[in-house]
């Protein structure tokens, strides 16, 4: 059985601090690690900060060309540096494990056009990419083959005939639209701003 629990704080100029944990419970108490590794089998708590790129304060290359040891740099002068964050936060970043640190990056795009063909579509966020502040991804992706499934079974289906298929595209790229601006908007909502008069 495993135990999680997660947690997040957010902050002003639009960061946000995410706690995932995971507590093993024959060993809920983590014993093997050093500042570099952990065994697989330890309890653990993973770290995470989100922000604008803009807000790094390492400007060497882009930040998925950091290293884990700049990365970690990054964490520890982020929570080290803003009183407004527990200094609890600043401690934990001091023990991350450097070589499990790593960056992912969400760009936006413009939402693609229509596309045909009988031989592949595309699935979640390849057809676009939103923010991850309603946890709507997944839950797209999977209505997307939903539909898709639906589509490619009913009676109505013609092979030769990509009319029906279009209509799937259009619903699919329509649902990605909906959920975007929703999340957007919530993302708006629930930052501070970035400035203080904004928070």
């Known amino acids: 059985m495993r135990y999680t629990n997660n947690s997040q704080a957010f902050c002003p100029h639009s960061m946000n601090i995410i706690l995932g944990a995971w507590q093993n419970p024959l060993a809920p108490f983590a014993t093997r690690y050093t500042a570099n590794t952990i065994e697989p089998a330890e309890s653990y708590i993973m770290f995470g900060l989100s922000s604008p790129i803009s807000a790094f304060h390492n400007r060497r290359t882009s930040p998925d060309r950091l290293t884990a040891a700049e990365l970690k740099t990054e964490v520890i002068s982020r929570c ?31 939402a693609i056009k229509p596309w045909v063909t009988q031989n592949v579509t595309l699935l979640g966020v390849s057809v676009v990419n939103m923010s991850n502040m309603l946890g709507k991804g997944a839950n797209c992706a999977l209505l997307d083959a939903v539909s898709l499934a639906e589509t490619l079974t009913s ?45």
């Open 80 to 110: 080290s540096n803003a009183p407004t964050i527990n200094p609890r936060y600043a401690e934990l970043a001091k023990m991350a494990c450097t070589n499990t640190a790593y960056i992912h990056m969400v760009r936006k795009v413009e």
């Open 155 to 199: 009676p109505n289906y013609q092979r030769r005939s990509p009319i029906r298929l279009h209509k799937y595209v259009s619903e699919n790229i329509d649902r990605r639209m909906r959920e975007r601006h929703r999340s957007a908007l919530m993302q708006k909502i629930v930052f501070y701003g970035d400035s203080k008069l904004k928070g």
